[in-house]
């Protein structure tokens, strides 16, 4: 029997100005709820899914409920999904109209020989499998992050989490409105399978910070590249892969955790939500050191 572990994140965007108490009750309820599975058996894959779901929904970070809208008043959302043993995943980028993204992510894993769907096909193809719409936009969204972002400025948040089950299995998923304010058609990290989301049988990873540097420096992927072939630790390797991104000129963070049971949660922004549960005793929600 492996170690199980979880963590989990909502986003690197937070600053020293604001406190989120909200959040990290919210989280710790949901980490207990996510310790309770894995202790039970469930699937990693299961898992990750229930949580990010919960996350989205909560309307407290900047993804699902809780996204910001584009600079045309548009709220386009991407996700994504992956399954460590068989290293399926599944995507959507730019997607519009749909309460769940990761819901969408892991039909278009599940239901279709693709990785990523993006833009009207990928709404299309979420609403022929019946997943709830957002009816009434301005209703269902309540921003979370509702400060504008100034010009230039990449303020963003996501949601994310990845598992080891009892089985040894990873998985990870990441869902997301992006960047605040950002141009439409606009598609970062988060949909992008090893930049911002990666599983295979060593690690799982979920990303968060400035999509475009992660997407360049490949940061999910790398992380389990040095793994492999540098034999680093999953905590140097973690760390190793974020700094390679901030030499790029991004700020961000990362959840990442092994077959055996680890966990790390590095960041290089002035915070980021988290939470981590393992089997081996460690339990912690922070949002700065
Ligand atoms: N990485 C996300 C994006 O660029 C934003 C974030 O993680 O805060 O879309």
Redesign the pocket.
Known sequence: MAQWALAMHG???PTRKKTYDAEEAHMAELLAQGAAMLAGGAPALDVVQTMVTALEESGLH?AGRGASPNADGIFEL?ASIMDGPTRKAGAVAALVGLRSPIAAARAVMDKTPHVLLAGAGAAAFARAQGLAEVDDPPAYYTPAATRPAAPGE?????V?AVACDREGRLAAA?S????LR?TPG?????PLIGA?TWADGRVAVS??????Y?IRANVAADVSARMHYARQSLHAAAAGALADMERLGGD?GLIAVSAEGEATTPYVSEGMKRAIATQGGLREVKTFR
Do not use: I, N, P, S
Request: aromatic content about 4%; charged content about 15%; some cysteine.
């Open positions: 986003g690197a965007g900047v991407d990449l303020a963003h948040g996501t994310g990441t997301t409105g992006g960047l950002k606009r598609v970062g990290d988060v911002g990303c968060t910070g400035q999509g475009e992660f961000g």
